[in-house]
C-alpha cells in the first residue's frame, strides 16, 4: 500500500445538516444536476499550483510561515518531484477535476533557459504519468514572467530586447508544454506589463509589443496544433503603478485595437475586480456581453485592504452574483473553470488548513450556483429587468428602438411635455427591496 501523503481522508458530500465546518462538503455534491448539468461541469473547480503549494505564505512585513511536508526535500530538483506526488493526492483527496501552473512554479531555474527548459520537462513527464492513471486534466498553464529581475520593466513590453526575445523563448517552451499536458487553455497575466512612470515610458510602443508577442503565441501554438483557448488576465496595478490591462473593459479595448478578440478571451479574477474599483459580477457582465467570458479565478479581496491578498472565496453573496452572470451566459466560457488562485491566511500555516481553504471556496461557488438557478428558475430578476425598461416596447421608446426616431422627432414629442409629466415617467426601482429578495433566495434555497 503507498504511504500516505496528507493527514486529510477524501472529502465528500454530507449535506448542509451540521452548522460547524469540518472536512466535508455542505453544498458542493459534485454529480447533482442543477439547472440541467451536472454541478462539476458548471464549477470545473482547479487548484492553483502556486498558492497551494508553492506559497509560503509571506506578506510584505513578514517571511514566510507555512509547514509543508515535501519541506523535508532540500534539493530543488528532488523537492519539485515530490511536490507532484504531494499533489495529485491532494487532488485525488479533495475531488477536482483540474489544476493550473506557471512553468517556474513546477522546477527551479537553471543558469540558461535550456537548464530551465531541462528541469521543466522532468516535472512535467511525472506529472503527464499521473494524468494517465487518474484523468486529471489541465484547465490552463501559464508563464511566470514577472518574478525574476531580468523581467524588472516586463517582459512583452520591456525596453530591452534581449528580454524581450527571452520571454518569447519562455513562452515557446510554456505552450509545448501546454500540449504535453492538454491544457483546455492557456492564460497570459502581466504580472510587471505596466509603467512606474510615464516620464521614461513609450506607452504605445509597450503596448504594440506585448500585442506582437500574444501574436507570436497564438501563431506558434497553431504551428504545433495547441488548440488551447487563449486568455488574457486583467488586473489594474500593484506590482506597477498601472499595469495595461487595468480592468475588463480596457483589455477588451486593447484586444480590438490590436485585432486579438478573434483568438483571445478574458480570465476574470474577484480580487483583481476590487483592485479596479469594480465589482466580481460587473466585470464578468462585461466580458459576457461582449461574449468574451472565457475562465474565472476564484478569490476574494479584503475591503480594508489594499493589495491583492487571494483569499478564498466564502462571501456567498459575491459567489452568487458571479454565479448569475455564468448561468445567464450558459456557462463560464467554451473551457472556462474556476481556478482557486487562493492562499490560505498567514496565520493558517498547517498543511490541512489547504484543504479547509479550498472546502470554504468549492462550497461558497456550490452555494451561489444553487441559489442563482433558483433565481434563474423563478425569472425574479428578469422580470424586474424587463418591466424596468418596458417604456422602450411601445410608443416613443419602440421608435427610439428603431431608429424611425431621430433629434427633431424626440424634440417635438417633449417640448411640451410639463415636469409633472416627465416625473410621472418614472418609477421607484426598489433596490432595498430587490436586495432583501436576493438575501432571501439566499437563506431560504439554502436552508433546504
Request: with cysteine.
Amino acid at each position: 500500500m503507498a504511504e500516505q501523503l496528507w493527514d486529510m481522508d477524501k472529502i465528500n458530500y454530507v449535506g448542509n445538516s451540521s452548522l460547524t465546518s469540518g472536512a466535508e462538503f455542505h453544498y458542493y455534491n459534485p454529480d447533482e444536476v442543477v439547472a440541467g448539468k451536472k454541478m462539476r461541469d458548471w464549477l470545473r473547480f482547479s487548484v492553483a499550483y502556486w498558492h497551494t503549494f508553492d506559497q509560503r505564505l509571506v506578506d510584505p512585513f513578514g517571511d514566510g510561515t507555512a509547514i509543508r511536508p515535501y519541506d523535508k526535500y532540500t534539493d530543488p530538483m528532488d523537492n519539485a518531484l515530490a511536490k507532484v506526488d504531494y499533489a495529485f493526492e491532494f487532488y485525488d483527496k479533495l475531488g477536482n477535476d483540474f489544476l493550473c501552473f506557471h512553468d517556474r512554479d513546477l522546477a527551479p531555474e537553471g543558469d540558461t533557459l535550456r537548464e530551465t527548459n531541462a528541469n521543466l520537462d522532468k516535472v512535467v513527464d511525472r506529472i503527464v504519468d499521473y494524468q494517465k492513471t487518474t484523468g486529471m486534466k489541465v484547465l490552463w498553464n501559464t508563464s511566470n514572467m514577472f518574478t525574476n529581475p531580468r523581467f524588472v520593466a516586463g517582459a512583452g513590453t520591456s525596453p530591452y530586447a534581449d528580454i524581450f526575445a527571452y520571454s518569447a523563448a519562455q513562452l515557446k517552451h510554456s505552450l509545448e508544454v501546454g500540449k504535453r499536458v492538454g491544457s483546455e487553455n492557456y492564460v497570459f497575466w502581466g504580472g510587471r506589463e505596466g509603467y512606474e512612470s510615464l516620464w521614461n515610458t513609450d506607452m504605445k510602443l509597450e503596448q504594440e509589443h506585448a500585442a506582437k508577442l500574444f501574436h507570436m503565441a497564438k501563431d506558434y501554438a497553431n504551428e504545433i496544433g495547441f488548440d488551447a483557448q487563449m486568455l488574457l488576465e486583467p488586473k489594474p496595478k500593484e506590482p506597477t503603478t498601472h499595469q495595461y490591462d487595468f480592468d475588463a473593459a480596457t483589455t477588451i479595448a486593447f484586444m480590438k485595437e490590436y485585432d486579438l478578440d478573434k483568438d483571445f478571451k478574458l480570465n476574470l479574477e474577484g480580487n483583481h475586480a476590487n483592485l479596479a474599483g469594480h465589482t466580481y459580477q460587473h466585470e464578468i457582465r462585461v466580458a459576457r456581453e461582449a461574449g468574451l467570458l472565457g475562465s474565472l479565478d476564484a478569490n476574494q479581496g479584503d475591503k480594508l485592504i489594499g493589495w491583492d491578498i487571494d483569499e478564498y472565496p466564502s462571501n456567498l453573496y459575491e459567489t452568487t452574483a458571479a454565479m448569475y452572470e455564468v448561468l445567464e451566459n450558459g456557462g463560464i466560457g467554451p473551457r472556462g473553470g474556476l481556478n482557486f488562485d487562493s492562499k490560505p491566511r498567514r496565520s493558517s500555516f498547517e498543511p490541512n488548513d489547504l484543504f479547509y481553504g479550498h472546502i470554504v471556496g468549492m462550497d461558497s461557488f456550490a452555494a451561489g450556483l444553487r441559489v442563482a438557478a433558483k433565481m434563474e428558475e423563478d425569472g425574479v430578476l428578469k422580470n424586474i429587468v424587463a418591466d424596468r425598461y418596458s417604456s422602450y416596447k411601445s410608443g416613443i421608446g419602440a421608435d427610439i428602438e428603431s431608429g424611425k426616431a431621430g433629434f427633431k422627432e424626440l424634440e417635438a414629442y417633449s417640448l411640451d411635455k410639463t415636469q409633472a409629466e416627465l416625473r410621472a415617467a418614472t418609477s421607484s426601482d426598489h433596490l432595498e427591496q430587490i436586495k432583501d429578495t436576493i438575501n432571501h433566495y439566499i437563506v431560504n434555497t439554502l436552508g433546504k
